[in-house]
Every structure is written in C-alpha cells, then in structure tokens.
C-alpha cells in the first residue's frame, strides 16, 4: 500500500497498521471511500487537536476490516473503525515535555476536543488509556460523549458536556 500525508501530521499509513492483522495474515487495506473518510477524520478532528495540543497524537488503531474488527474482542459490530470514521489515540511524549501523566494528558486532549471550535466530532469515547473518537461530516455528526469504563467494566455509558468536563 502505498503513504498518502492527509495532513500536516498524519497519514495513511497510521490508520491501517495493526499488529493484530499482520499476526492473523489479514490484509487490513482501506477501500477508497474509507480512505477518503479518514482523510476528513484527519482535516477535522485530528489535526486541529494536534495542532492546539502541541504534542504527538499517537494513533493504536483507525481502519479495520471487518476480518480485523470480528478478531478484536471489544471492537462492535458496528464499529466506525470499519468505514474509516474512527480512530483511537493516545497523547505521546507527556510527562517528559509538560509534567503530567498520561492519563492528565488524555483528560486535557479529551476536554479539549470538546470545548475547542476548530474540533468536530460525532462520536467521542473516553477509555483508561486511550480516546476513541469519530467523524462522519458537518451535518451528521451527533456529538455524543460516552464513557468507555463504568463500574469496572467496559460499557458505553451517555455522558453530558457538563458531566464529561468534571471527569479527572
Ligand atoms: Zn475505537
């Protein structure tokens, strides 16, 4: 497959390298419409956050075929991942470069797609270690917020702006 930059700092080949997929010989390579939807993802959400946070997003996993998305045992059956309308990141190089842990460093990155203009979103999904969020377009993202871990367990918990600003 061959590197495409979308923008400034990402590109193809970020979203569709998996560890998992190379393991089970799963060519884990994006139609264009997906690839297309990745683009926007990066336009719209990504890089207007990499560009307030000034710090590395680094991407764990964004496109997925289905043969991928059925291996991973937390991955929905509808999931985003499959259109390229998703990705899930963590904020690189914290502690090192701001003084704060990881974990501060997802909160900030996480209030900050929430409260900052430039962001949009459609779905957002605040989990332990990472952010899954999504992007579909203008008119048809719902904002949703939602909770990745609820009394332990992995649940999709709605959260208001209200409620999602207050989580430490
Ligand atoms: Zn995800």
């Known amino acids: 497959m061959k590197n495409e930059m979308f923008t400034p700092h990402f590109s193809l080949l970020e979203f569709t390298e998996s560890p998992t997929a190379r393991k089970h010989v799963i060519a884990n390579v994006p139609p264009a419409e997906a690839v297309d939807n990745l683009k ?3 336009e719209n959400t990504l890089e207007p956050l990499r560009e307030a946070l000034q710090l590395p997003v680094v991407i764990t996993s964004g496109f997925r075929t289905k043969a991928l998305n ?12 499959m259109a390229g309308q998703a990705t899930d990141f963590y904020i690189g190089w ?18 900050m797609i929430i409260q900052n203009d430039a ?3 459609d779905q957002l999904i605040l989990y332990p270690t990472f952010i899954h969020v999504s992007y579909v377009s203008k008119e048809k993202n719902r904002r949703t917020i939602l909770l990745g ?16 600003l207050r989580i430490q």
Not at 94 to 111: H, M, P, T, V, Y
Not at 149 to 164: D, H, T
């Open 70 to 81: 059925d291996i991973l045992a937390h991955a929905s059956e509808r999931s985003q991942h």
């Open 94 to 111: 914290g502690q090192r470069l701001k003084g704060l842990s990881s974990r501060e460093l997802l909160i900030k990155a996480f209030r």
């Open 149 to 164: 871990m609820r009394n332990g367990k992995l649940g999709y918990g709605k959260c208001s702006v209200e409620n999602a």
């Open 40 to 42: 926007r993802l990066c």
């Open 119 to 121: 962001i949009d979103y």
